[in-house]
């Protein structure tokens, strides 16, 4: 729907335009429809519609970014206006009130039984659980992230997983593709590295194992 409105607009505009230059350079005494189409104003109009034709993708794509960035990104919800509160930044304190419920010494004493349960020949099926559990944190952790992340962090995060790494001069080039400032930036990228998508290695942000299996379930459910 998106790119045929840009698409359309375009031929929209060049409509109006035409239709102003006829009322204040064209009045109806100078002659009909087909003095009209043989004058200035059509040749114009037949030439602009050439052009829009010919660069008609060019056109979509500046639209694209430029109306989307500067006049629909207040409608946008922007990733430093989703807050992670600061017992889950905290390990400790998130520990410490998870030891303190039912299902902390619930926990305590699977542990324990575990370990009294657990033989050499139970290896392989201990691995399979594993698995299983695995499989249903990551599944959680995509759900938790399809609500979480903002439209802007999650190009954010393709754009990395493109590339496999960032180095701070590529960051800045893409937040200023994107038409973000500085906090925002900086709320993505914490926000990125909460989920463990990225990691910071020096300088450079890297695309975890965690973040590339996301970007490719973006893709899978056609949102990239």
């Known amino acids: 729907m998106r790119k045929i409105l840009f698409t359309i607009l375009p031929y929209g505009v060049l409509c109006l335009l035409t239709i102003i230059i006829i009322i204040l350079f064209w009045p109806m005494e100078q002659g009909g429809l087909v003095e009209l189409t043989n004058s200035w104003i059509g040749l114009f109009f037949v ?6 034709f010919l660069f008609q993708d060019d056109i979509y794509h500046f639209l694209e970014q430029n109306i989307k960035s500067n ?6 919800p922007l990733q430093k206006d989703q807050i992670i509160p600061e017992i889950f930044i905290d390990d400790e304190k998130f520990q410490e009130i998870i030891s303190g419920t039912l299902m902390g010494w619930i926990d305590k004493l699977n542990v324990e039984k575990e370990e009294k349960r657990l033989k050499v020949e139970e290896i392989a099926q201990t691995v399979e659980r594993y698995k299983k559990e695995k499989k249903e944190n990551i599944k959680w952790l995509f759900l938790f992230a399809d609500c979480f992340l903002v439209p802007h962090s999650k190009d954010f995060l393709y754009e990395i997983y493109e590339r496999h790494y960032i180095s701070g001069n590529v960051l800045t080039e893409i937040a200023k593709d994107m038409s973000l400032d500085g906090i925002e930036t900086e709320a993505i990228l914490e926000a ?18 965690t973040g590339s299996a996301y970007c490719s379930y973006l893709e899978r459910i056609n949102q990239k």
């Open 47 to 52: 030439c602009a519609f050439c052009a829009i």
């Open 71 to 76: 006049f629909l990104l207040s409608s946008t």
């Open 192 to 209: 990125l590295t909460f989920l463990k998508f990225i990691r910071k290695q020096e300088e450079e942000f890297i695309i975890t194992e």
